[in-house]
């Protein structure tokens, strides 16, 4: 990479912590961050206490939001702070401790691969014995409606530990302001075509503020979330599967209703209805699911051609000590 003054430079590795009430675990978590990149940034989600202060004091370029937004809004910090500092590597880590620091470079690692996000999960090669049962299965949920989705087959779709190239850092643009960002990120590379890849990790559930929120009531949420993507993204399987299972059962409702007149029985005002309406629905949504279908591609299309210039053109020119003027201060962003 060089810069508008024709000088080489190493690329600019960072760490980037959402934190939310964070004061007893931060400084060990920025710490144990510093030993593997050049950055560390902490996006202070209008936490009451000190965490903020404690981050700055240990050098830590930090981002606070005057109120609480939710851990999708931090991301979104995360990735604009990233982009802002000409970052070419980052890695987004929990600062509640669940995560080690250590592990940075197991997901670094693969970057240099070629990979665009590298996953830290909690459950390759046969990981994940001492996470609770029902997490497990919460999370294994969520895996499968991400795949049902997005088509994205991965092992942890909602780990917290995660590492992204250049592509992934200028690509992803999140949305939701809530827990369900994760998956969104997740649709997102699977939109811009980004190589996904997996390494193992190892969580700790035996912090005092493991999560800010329930798993039970963040799974739900996160599951919802997907079911209405899925609408737009999947409508075959959203509209035209259950459609055409509707009109099946109301084409056999109505064979069976034939057999009975033709035996010389007399036909059910219920039944007949039912049928009509089984029928009639089902083919609508079958229907339905298969134009939107055709018009998602459509759009899907005339995305790329839009933005594969913009991509050609793109160039970054930041210089490294401009990049790093702000790190061991508190930035506000409203």
Known sequence: MFTNVGVEILGLIIAAMPAYNEERSIARMV????KHVDCVVVVDDGSSDQTAEIAASEGAHVVRHEQNRGYGAALQTCFETARSLGATEMVIIDSDGQ?????????????GRGADLVIGSRFCNGNGKDIPA????????????TYLVGGINVTDSQSGFRAYGRRAIDCIRIDDQGMSAGSEILLQAKDNR???EEVEIHCRYDVERGSTEHPVSHGVKVLLMLLQDMELRRPLFYFT???MAL???GIGIGL?????????????YGLTLLMILLTLVGSFMAFTGIILHAIARLIDQSIKKIERPRRADAVRTDFWPERLSGVGKVVRDN
């Open 241 to 243: 599967l259950p459609g």
């Open 256 to 268: 069976e209703l034939l057999r009975v007149f033709y035996h010389g029985g007399q036909l059910s």
């Open 99 to 111: 995560h080690d620091p250590g592990e940075i470079p197991k997901l670094l690692a693969p970057l």
């Open 31 to 34: 710490r144990g961050c510093k």
């Open 134 to 145: 029902y997490r497990k299965v919460g999370m294994k949920v969520l895996d499968i409606a």
């Open 247 to 249: 009109a099946a059962v």
């Open 194 to 196: 980004l190589k996904v």
